[in-house]
């Protein structure tokens, strides 16, 4: 009974990664000190902690604005991707209609449409909002459509003996056996969501006060400001990996039958 | 309790309500196989089975024995032949098809669910049963923390919730070692004793079918026709040493064996 319990990791798991990230600024420290870079181009990571302590007020708002793009976007990806997986599913015609549709949009670079979508809906947060989802409602797509396709077939035969509707064979059967792979697909979706958010923030033009991190790397970079900007990437990255954790542990929480027994990938 | 869940079913078109549930007339089933040819999965089987009867179903692998059962669930309609008679049947299939994100008390209570019943009613529902079938104590157990025995227990019950009168079991133990298969016929054999159900047991398992059924049908390789029909008039609970269950038993493979040499 208790076989099947899954393992949290201990406290030590965190130290691997700790280890690793510690050699790399370590070697980084000692390459920007001694290697004789100026730091315009390559600021050390002194530097860039005391860019981020000097200018933390600033950071924390562009923080707040992308962190919220990047939630919102994200939900809207959600959305629309579990939905149009559905109806993909549930229609083989629509499938072959719409697939290579979904495929294309992926190859379009944004600043083509970036200044359609600000013509449509304004300077507001919605366009950016669109960029993200355009660009993360894909993998939640993929996973789903084929999550939803590697249901064991005799699963709903069974649940038809039941005399289950197709309603009640989707809900039982295939919806659950799609969940795991549905949230994969999320997780894949975030890792691009932030970079998203960078090329919502920079080919969307913006009234905004503060117009997120990806315009304040931009300006800096451009700037002479460079260990500001790499301040706030580093901002953006922890960001990233934060919410990557926060999905994994949604989705141990959301398919622990899905959850291998060694779980220390995770 | 079975007779509230009893009371649920209702009898399809098909379903006179007669003493006997099942009349199978020169059914014959045929499917394309994966080259286009056409395979005769059943020729001509013809059966009655009564309301309360246990008939077994044997014979070689790859003889249309789910076939049959699924034409007896509506499943599959047949080529050939008329089913005459069928009451309202569900299937146990050969794998139990537990689904993993459901707890075995959850996995049970499916058919209640279906019907239109709160989760919590169904629970409640199938917990009743869950001590009387050896069940207590995993109500909370996901599938893969279950041995393939509790699993079948599991998978019976799930297909005694749906309240039907006929239960289609396709080799219920087939995927069981020796000793966990001999617990479980002995099982099936008390619950049916207690739950008065007519029942179709596929098996290849001769000595299985002599010791659980009231009859026994000995269909050949594909396409699966009847060569032989026993009646099992041995006392219950039987004996696998039995004299009578083992000149059965030499019966039914004299038959099985017959057909194979022809």
């Known amino acids: 009974m208790t076989a099947g319990v899954a393992r949290t990791p201990g406290g ?8 690793l990230a510690g050699a790399l600024l370590g070697g980084w420290e000692g390459y920007a000190d001694l290697g004789g870079v100026q730091e315009q181009v390559l600021p050390a990571p002194h530097a860039v902690a005391a860019a981020l302590w000097n200018n933390a007020s600033l950071v924390f708002h562009n923080f707040t604005v992308t962190a919220e793009e990047v939630v919102l976007g994200l939900a809207l990806a959600l959305g629309a991707g579990l939905a149009l997986a559905v109806a993909l599913h549930l229609s083989p015609p629509l499938r072959r209609a719409v697939y290579p549709l979904a495929v294309g949009s992926q190859a379009v670079p944004v600043p083509v449409i970036g200044v359609l979508l600000v013509f449509w809906w304004g300077f507001g947060i919605f366009p950016k909002l669109v960029v993200i989802a355009l660009i993360c409602f894909f993998p939640v797509l993929v996973t789903t459509v084929d999550g939803l396709a590697a249901v064991d077939p005799d699963q709903p035969k069974l649940l038809r003996t039941l005399d289950a509707s197709r309603w009640q064979a989707f809900r039982f059967a295939e919806l659950p056996a799609a969940l795991p792979a549905a949230l994969s697909g999320a997780r894949i979706a975030l890792a691009v969501g932030v970079i998203g958010a960078f090329i919502a923030e920079t080919s969307t033009p913006t009234t905004a006060a503060y117009a997120g991190l990806g315009r304040e790397i931009i300006t800096d970079a451009g700037g002479f400001q460079t260990a500001r900007a790499y301040a706030a990437t580093a901002v953006l990255i922890a960001f990233a990996v934060a919410c990557f954790y926060a999905l994994a542990l949604a989705q141990r929480r959301l398919a622990p039958w899905a959850v291998p027994s060694r779980g220390d990938t995770r | 309790m079975s007779t509230q869940l009893q009371s649920r079913v209702q009898p399809s078109h098909r379903w006179a309500g007669e003493r006997e549930e099942i009349v199978l007339e020169g059914v014959g089933r045929r499917y394309r196989g994966r080259r286009g040819t056409e395979v005769r ?28 059962l699924e034409i ?24 139990d098809l537990l689904l993993p994100w459901l707890d075995a008390l959850d996995n049970a209570a499916l058919a209640p669910r279906i019907a239109g019943h709160s989760r919590a009613q169904s629970r409640r529902h199938a917990a009743l049963l869950f001590e009387e ?19 079948q227990r599991v998978a019976f019950l799930r297909t005694l919730l749906s309240g039907k009168p006929v239960l289609c079991l396709d080799e219920p133990f087939g995927a069981l070692d020796a000793i966990t298969r001999a617990d479980m016929q002995e099982w099936l054999a008390a619950t049916l004793a207690r ?16 010791l659980l059924a009231d009859r026994l049908v000995v269909l050949s390789p594909r396409p699966g026709r009847v060569v032989a029909e026993l009646d099992v008039d041995v006392q219950r609970p039987r004996a696998r040493t039995d004299p009578a269950v083992t000149s059965l038993r030499e019966r039914a493979l004299d038959a099985l064996g017959r057909d194979q040499r022809r």
């Open chain 2, 133 to 151: 079938l050896g069940l207590a104590g995993f109500e909370h157990a996901r599938p893969h923390e279950l041995s393939g025995g509790m699993r």
């Open chain 2, 72 to 95: 007896l669930c509506g499943l599959a309609q047949p080529d050939e032949g008329r089913v005459l008679s069928c009451a309202p049947a569900v299937l146990m299939p050969q794998r």
């Open chain 2, 195 to 210: 739950e008065q159900r007519t029942v179709v047991l596929v098996t290849h398992d001769v000595e299985e079918a002599i």
């Open chain 1, 12 to 19: 030590w798991s965190a130290l691997p990664a700790l280890l």
């Open chain 2, 41 to 68: 999965a059943l020729s001509d089987v013809s059966l009655r089975v009564g309301r309360g009867e246990m008939l077994a179903v044997v014979g070689p692998s790859g003889c249309g024995k789910s076939t049959l």
